[in-house]
């Protein structure tokens, strides 16, 4: 089918047609939440923070008021409730508590929040903190302004390496987003990548030993043979219903693809869902996504508006990017072909499959066109309109211990027909020194590797330096 339809026209005006539609978006997900509407989804433990009060209270010099306690409390149990997946524990505070004895309490804990109530200079409060960091646990300390004169020596945990994020700050929201990198690390131990094919990218992120050892991450093997099995067994009319409900019926154009194309794309996505369901997957990436039983452009938006990660060309770095960036901020990512204006300091992002809802799962869709995918002319591949005036940050995992990483503004969209579907333009701090840059003189590889990266909505700078140094890795600016 070539030419430009409007909906109505590719749905037909039979009863049918309209019944097809109809139940689509009657018994489909009406939630913008879409998570709530997938049972399927694999459900994953809460992260475990265990929580301590450093320094004296009540009237005594250099010391915070009695009742603060039980403000951060009330604090700690909404932001509980706000991310769901948290739980505070412990609330010991030292003294009349020894360090020693509480340290004795954090087995199970995944990390540590300490608030610095006070301290002049350093003594019994940092004696009992440097015993706590020391643990080895990822560690956040919060020190409000006022707090004495502890502040001095905190510094000197990082420049030793420790796992520790420092918060010298009046705003308690930096809590909530330590708080929310502290997840991080304990998601990927409980996740379970499928590849398809064989992986692709560094070295050690295309090693399932390396990744388990080094993230806990489980890597799970499976042939497109398989995938093609599965993609049989899924019932016509299930397919006819997704691709009706969220492709069909909510884009804004079609152009080349066929009904039955879309269908077919509709039926990968539910034959992966069944084997993710199966295998408690949350992440996917195929080195056959370009081939048969149809081309993975749908199925990877569709995982990734629903907060999970489906990527492209089994690109391994890409994969783990996209899982660090979704736990810790709960955004899906787009897979990028880069390429450099400087003449318009830009860095201009391409590529033939995208999320829907780059603001995360609670987001509303972004408008999108239908269209084949542009190397092949074929299959079905989507044309996203992202946001004009957007901050993005882009970035790579790379090694398993470095996150290449730069920022941007949205400022133009395209559909030059020379560039994947998906395209958009972000003015850079830089484009000559990045294009320069580009990869740090540390990311070697093939086309793909070196080519690759991932775009975020937001500006996940600074927080992505603290995960870095929350789990260990290191962080360089490419622009």
Known sequence: MSGLINRREFLGVSAAGAGAVLLGGQF????????????????MNAVKIYKVYIGRTGGIYLSRPTEEVNRFERYLGELERKLGNVKFVGG??????????????????????????SGHGGGAPKKAMDQLVDVGLPTAVFSQPFSGHGWMYFSQWQKAGKKVVLLPTSD????????????????LRQTRIIVVGRPKGTEAACSARQVKDHLGAEVVPISNEQVIEAHKAVDLKAAEAEADRYWISQAKKIVE??????????????????????????????????????????TFSKLNDLGLVGACEGDMDSTLTMLIFGYAFGVPGFI????????????I??????????????????????RTQSDSERGVSLD??????????????????????????????THDELGCRTQFWTEVADAHKMFNNWGAGILKGGTMTLLHRVVFYGEHLQNIKNLGVLMGFQVVEEG
Not at 349 to 370: E, N, Q, V
């Open 92 to 117: 010991d505070l030292i003294p009349p508590a020894e360090a020693a004895k509480v340290i004795d309490k954090l087995g199970d804990a995944d990390g540590v929040l300490l608030f610095h109530l």
């Open 336 to 347: 990028s072909d880069p390429v450099f204006d400087t003449a318009s300091n830009a860095l």
């Open 257 to 298: 693809p066929s009904r039955e194309d879309i269908i077919n794309s509709a039926r990968l996505y539910l034959a992966v869902k069944n084997m993710m369901a199966k295998e408690g997957a949350q992440a996917i990436t195929s080195s056959h996504c370009m081939g048969r039983p149809a081309k993975g452009c749908l």
């Open 28 to 43: 489909g997900c009406q939630s913008t939440m879409v998570g709530k509407c997938e049972e399927w989804l694999p459900k």
């Open 172 to 187: 308690w929201s930096e809590i909530d987003q330590v708080v929310a990198l502290m997840r991080v690390a304990p998601r």
């Open 349 to 370: 992002h391409f590529h033939c499959t995208s999320a829907t809802r780059m603001d995360g799962t609670a987001g509303k869709r972004l408008p999108f066109t239908i």
């Open 384 to 413: 996203v309109e992202n946001r004009i005036g957007q901050i993005v940050t882009c970035a790579k995992f790379i090694n398993l211990d470095t996150m290449l990483i730069s920022t941007g503004r949205i400022f133009k969209i």
